[in-house]
């Protein structure tokens, strides 16, 4: 069942191109955590600085059973090129919870203990 996906623009124009784009990398997404619940995805053009031209900032969410995963990419001038980067990040944070999940991170115990 695919992953509800809910896509937010700000300050920018809707554009059906990076729609699809944002649609396709988060089904990517579901590959990695097979439990993925949902996603937000927003992406925004904040304010408009003299001297470094347009930049975008990316934020997505990422519902997981027992919490929220967010990644907060910002201030680069392409939005394909923030969008890669957030999604990279996001796949790696899902990643470490899926290893979480089946138990295949190692827990330290007793740290800062010591035999008497």
């Known amino acids: 069942m695919p992953v509800p996906v809910q896509i ?3 300050e920018i124009d809707h554009s059906e191109a990076l729609e699809n784009h944002i649609r396709e990398k988060t089904r990517k997404l579901e590959s990695f955590h097979p439990k993925l619940l949902s996603s937000h995805v927003s992406v925004e053009q904040p304010h408009r600085h003299k001297h470094q031209g347009k930049l975008f900032n990316v934020r997505i969410s990422l519902r ?3 919490g ?3 990644v907060n990419r910002d ?3 392409d939005v394909y090129v923030a969008l ?3 999604f990279d990040a996001a796949r790696r944070q899902l990643e470490d919870n899926a290893r979480k999940v ?3 991170v190692k827990v330290h ?3 800062g203990t010591e035999a008497e």
């Open 68 to 70: 929220e995963l967010v």
């Open 64 to 66: 997981v059973p027992g």
């Open 84 to 86: 890669r980067d957030a």
């Open 75 to 77: 201030q680069h001038q």
């Open 8 to 10: 937010v623009f700000h």
């Open 102 to 104: 089946r138990g295949d």
């Open 109 to 111: 115990e007793g740290r």
